[in-house]
């Protein structure tokens, strides 16, 4: 009996120690995986805010603008995301007087996305047209080098509302594929105009010499059903802190390229802290004017009403992060010439929309 | 009788603690960058595949993102996975990229 009492003694701590050994793998596992937990993305509230100020054939123009970006996660697959456009044009009316203009007030694109594969994504809603580099990469007013956008810029782009393939990934060791298919509808309701196109745009990245290159294409599926094609090219030199990029485009309004280069001082021995954060840029753009164009859809879109070439040169000033003051210079080369002056800051903001997480 | 109910209990505990354990299955989660953290014994080769790591989502960081931008300073990881997840949408950067880079970001 003795030895009975004893021997189960001896297996309820045997049994104490093994459920508090479980109990400590138990709390270590939770807390592993709570720290897989705060890597889950969360909601957050991005976006950039600038104020410019343009002189464009000797008329001033004030340029105030706040473009907020949402981005909503779900699950592991699922983003929904959305940016809205508020950019004011404020002019002096006959050179003087008060500033007058409007607030425009665009959806730039209200989308959802699902990564279906590594290989794919869809996209529902109403996204930015996918024709070049410039509309989805580097329209952002924090990250374009010269805040004036490119004569070629409105050709192939702006949003559409429709549905989109894409992705990118990986073919070999030095070569990346990267792509988007869509059509779009047409739409006439009010912040969602759309036409009814259907396209896409192919491109290869190079990882080692850091290269990309690739096209684009479009079909309008109305109207007069014409194409509309691009090429793009960006390369940024390994040895040497500059950015070249280019695009070509051409439509039924016309034809033009841009290309850009920005060098930043990082390798200038004097002034080190002040010149390590100083970029300058220099852009030369081209457009020509279409065979069969009509003068207002050219001044719907923005486009010029002539030949033109523009060459244009800025200077960036990267304050802090996500911070950064412009300057440019451009002269306007046309059937009259005249000067293209821009000053103004950019500002690049993100909060988060949930718990961030430890750091 | 205990035993066996204090057995059952401690074996149901440590499945759940492997189910807790196991990493949730997201897009987001690095493949390579992740193992290092959990699957690699020696803590000098671990901090070492840390550091190998970081080089390559440093690498691919500046030939994905800088293409386009200057490197943000880095959010912390919940606000830096969503931001990723945004990027590879809207720049198509590959699977792998997106997890070196945002390894990179989070460390």
């Known amino acids: ?359 | 009788m205990k035993s066996k109910i204090m057995l059952f209990a401690g074996i149901l505990m440590l499945a759940a603690a492997a189910i807790a354990a196991d990493p949730p299955k997201s897009s987001n989660s690095t493949a390579d960058p992740a193992a290092i953290s959990t699957t690699t014994a020696s803590a000098e080769r671990n901090s070492e595949q840390a550091e190998n790591i970081r080089a390559e989502g440093e690498k691919r960081f500046r030939a994905n993102c800088s293409r386009c931008h200057a490197a943000p300073h880095k959010f912390p990881p919940r606000m830096m996975a969503t931001i990723v997840r945004h990027m590879r949408v809207r720049a198509t950067i590959t699977d792998a990229d997106m997890r070196y880079i945002l390894a990179y970001m989070t460390q």
């Not at chain 1, 709390?27 to 937990?37: D, F, H, I, P, R």
């Not at chain 1, 473009?67 to 404020?90: K, Y």
């Not at chain 1, 096209?215 to 090219?233: C, I, M, P, V, W």
């Open chain 1, 1 to 359: 009996m003795k030895y009975s009492w004893f021997e189960s003694e001896v297996c309820s701590k045997r049994h104490t120690v093994f459920f508090a050994l479980i109990s400590l793998l138990f709390l270590a596992s939770s807390l592993v995986a709570q720290t897989s937990n705060d890597e889950r993305p969360i909601p957050i509230l991005t976006g950039n805010a600038g104020y410019f100020t343009n002189v464009d054939r000797g008329q001033t123009e004030l340029a105030p603008e706040i473009t907020p970006v949402l981005l909503v996660p779900m699950g592991d697959h699922w983003l929904v995301e959305a940016r809205a456009a508020f950019e004011g044009e404020f002019e002096r009316e006959n050179g003087n007087g008060p500033y007058k203009g409007v607030v425009g007030k665009d959806i730039d694109y209200l989308q959802i996305d699902y990564i279906v594969n590594p290989y794919v994504t869809v996209t529902a809603g109403r996204f930015l047209t996918p024709f070049g580099i410039y509309n989805e990469r580097l329209y952002p007013i924090w990250i374009r080098e010269l805040h004036e956008v490119p004569l070629i810029f409105p050709l192939g782009t702006g949003s559409s509302d429709g549905a989109m393939l894409r992705g990118g990934f990986t073919i070999n060791p030095k070569a990346n594929l990267n792509y988007a298919a869509y059509f779009s509808t047409n739409s006439s309701v009010n912040k969602f105009e759309s036409d009814r196109l259907a396209g896409g745009r192919v491109g290869f990245f190079f990882p080692g010499p850091r290269i990309e290159v690739g096209g684009s294409f479009q079909k309008e599926l109305q109207e007069d059903r014409t194409n509309a094609f691009g090429f793009h090219f960006a390369w940024q030199p390994m040895r040497v802190p500059l950015n070249l990029r280019s695009e070509y485009a051409r439509s039924h309004d016309g034809s033009g390229y841009w290309v850009e280069g920005a060098y930043r001082f990082n390798q200038v021995s004097f002034w080190r802290p002040a010149m390590r954060r100083t970029e300058f840029v220099a852009r030369m753009q081209q457009f020509f004017l279409g065979e069969e164009t009509d003068s207002s859809e050219l001044s719907e879109y923005g486009l010029p009403h002539g030949n033109v070439r523009q060459p244009d040169f800025g200077l960036n000033f990267y304050v802090r992060d996500g911070l950064k003051a412009s300057a440019s210079y451009g002269r306007w080369l046309g059937t009259r010439n005249w000067n293209v002056w821009t000053m103004g800051i950019a500002y690049r903001f993100a909060l988060p929309l949930g718990p961030t997480g430890a750091r």
